[in-house]
T-cell receptor, first 114, second 116 residues
Framework: AQSVTQLGSHVSVSEGALVLLRCNYS??????LFWYVQYPNQGLQLLLK??????LVKGINGFEAEFKKSETSFHLTKPSAHMSDAAEYFC????????????FGSGTRLSIRP | DTGVSQDPRHKITKRGQNVTFRCDPI?????LYWYRQTLGQGPEFLTY????????KSRLLSDRFSAERPKGSFSTLEIQRTEQGDSAMYLC??????????????FGSGTQLSVL
């Protein structure tokens, strides 16, 4: 069964610094991969997705992620952190095909230091 | 379009009681998911529907949990004989699945269950 592992339950960076949130997936074939974000007291919302087009995927708010098949990774990055980026970030995976459920990782809480 | 709505927002119940939650998805969405989330964890898959058909139910889910989507629109999640371990946020999400295209899930705000 497919799964994702997020390394680091909590990441803290300074405002303006690089953000790197790690996600590794387990799947026998290249899956669909997603990053979702949950801001405090809000529901989850899609940040970006990989569906087999370009391996470098750009999302909202300046985030991007790169699909690396050789490393089975889909790490999320942002060149310069902003205070408003503080949130919980979830990597998710689903098999290709029309009847596949979406499985979430355990999440990484991102804190931004002034 | 009002998004995915869940009712109630909060539910406090005593151990052993039955509870039922409701989810109204975005109207044109054919797929509906139930997840459970505890503090500091990611959403845990419970079950999902394609229209009125329940496609999969998590093996981690006990027989005390049942979900329905009778007309392919709203869905209910019932927990019988609640236990303290059932305390969690129950999330509903919907999507429009077309062929093998990716799905963007739209989440509701959840129902927070506290079992005393």
């Amino acid at each position: 069964a497919q799964s994702v592992t997020q390394l680091g339950s909590h990441v803290s960076v300074s405002e303006g610094a690089l953000v790197l949130l790690r996600c590794n997936y387990s799947s026998s074939v290249p899956p669909y991969l997603f990053w979702y974000v949950q801001y405090p007291n809000q529901g989850l919302q899609l940040l970006l997705k990989y569906t087999s087009a370009a391996t470098l995927v750009k999302g909202i708010n300046g985030f991007e992620a790169e699909f690396k098949k050789s490393e089975t990774s889909f790490h999320l990055t942002k060149p310069s952190a902003h205070m408003s980026d503080a949130a919980e970030y979830f990597c998710a995976v689903s098999d290709r095909g029309s009847a596949s459920k979406i499985i979430f990782g355990s999440g990484t809480r991102l804190s931004i230091r002034p | 379009d009002t998004g995915v709505s869940q009712d109630p927002r909060h539910k406090i119940t005593k151990r052993g009681q039955n509870v039922t939650f409701r989810c109204d998805p975005i109207s044109e969405h054919n797929r509906l998911y139930w997840y459970r989330q505890t503090l500091g964890q990611g959403p845990e898959f419970l079950t999902y529907f394609q229209n009125e058909a329940q496609l999969e139910k998590s093996r981690l889910l006990s027989d005390r949990f049942s979900a329905e989507r009778p007309k392919g629109s709203f869905s209910t999640l019932e927990i019988q004989r609640t236990e303290q371990g059932d305390s969690a946020m129950y999330l509903c999400a919907s999507s429009l699945a077309v062929g093998e295209s990716y799905e963007k899930l739209f989440f509701g705000s959840g129902t927070q269950l506290s079992v005393l």
